[in-house]
């Protein structure tokens, strides 16, 4: 997800460390903080595999550097676009990562097939809780944290489904899960 994140925002142009660190922070920054200890030495495990470069700027003052990604890297960053890992699909925010710079894919194909794959995990059903191998839904929990949880997830699955439906050209199905109850990775409740 860090490695991504920096190979994106250096494909918009070069930029300096401060900079980098600074978008990459308020990427992904409200759900998992970006420390020194971690984005460093990304940025040297890609300076080394020569997937980004590193140069001196001289009229930022000394031991200041600006960022840059080759051609390796930005090759790199397509294919990571093109074909994500599961968990890039699955983890609501390492897909964010993947959505914020999925228009760098020239090939509007490309884009939707990745979209498709996170429409398919989020139509599966699906919980936080369960009882045996059965999801429960929100109607179904006392605690009121525990419910709240799957209602939030309820909600933001539906509009993401719907999003993504929009996006893709397609029409809602005739009895769309994203309009009942049963929602997937929004924690689900079939409408009863």
Same mark, same amino acid.
């Given at each position: 997800m860090l490695e991504l994140a920096i190979l994106g925002f250096l494909a918009e142009g070069p930029l300096p460390g401060h900079e980098l660190r600074r978008r990459?922070?308020?990427?992904?920054?409200?759900?998992?903080p970006v420390s020194d200890g971690s984005l460093y030495p990304a940025i040297n495990r890609l300076t080394k595999?020569?997937?980004?470069?590193?140069r001196a700027d001289p009229a930022a003052g000394t031991a200041r550097y600006v960022l840059s990604l080759t051609e390796p890297g930005r090759a790199e960053m397509l294919q990571r676009l093109r074909k994500p890992a599961d968990h890039e699909i699955t983890d609501f925010t390492r897909f964010y990562?993947?959505?914020?710079?999925?228009?760098?894919?020239?090939?509007? &194909?490309e884009q939707h097939a990745v979209l498709r794959r996170r429409l398919e995990f989020l139509e599966e059903?699906?919980?936080?809780?369960? /009882? #045996?191998d059965r999801p429960l839904r929100a109607e179904?929990?006392?605690?009121?944290?525990?419910?709240?949880?799957?209602?939030?997830?309820?909600?933001?699955?539906? &509009?993401?489904?719907?999003?993504?439906?929009?996006?893709?050209?397609?029409?809602?199905?005739?009895?769309?899960?994203?309009?009942? /109850? #049963?929602?997937?990775?929004?924690?689900?409740v079939p409408a009863s």
């Amino acid at each position: 997800m860090l490695e991504l994140a920096i190979l994106g925002f250096l494909a918009e142009g070069p930029l300096p460390g401060h900079e980098l660190r600074r978008r990459v922070s308020q990427l992904t920054g409200y759900t998992r903080p970006v420390s020194d200890g971690s984005l460093y030495p990304a940025i040297n495990r890609l300076t080394k595999a020569g997937l980004i470069e590193r140069r001196a700027d001289p009229a930022a003052g000394t031991a200041r550097y600006v960022l840059s990604l080759t051609e390796p890297g930005r090759a790199e960053m397509l294919q990571r676009l093109r074909k994500p890992a599961d968990h890039e699909i699955t983890d609501f925010t390492r897909f964010y990562v993947v959505l914020a710079f999925l228009s760098h894919l020239p090939d509007v &194909a490309e884009q939707h097939a990745v979209l498709r794959r996170r429409l398919e995990f989020l139509e599966e059903p699906a919980s936080f809780f369960y /009882d #045996s191998d059965r999801p429960l839904r929100a109607e179904e929990i006392a605690d009121p944290y525990r419910r709240c949880m799957l209602l939030t997830a309820r909600a933001t699955s539906r &509009a993401e489904r719907i999003w993504l439906r929009e996006t893709l050209g397609e029409k809602p199905p005739a009895f769309d899960t994203a309009c009942t /109850d #049963s929602d997937p990775h929004a924690p689900a409740v079939p409408a009863s």
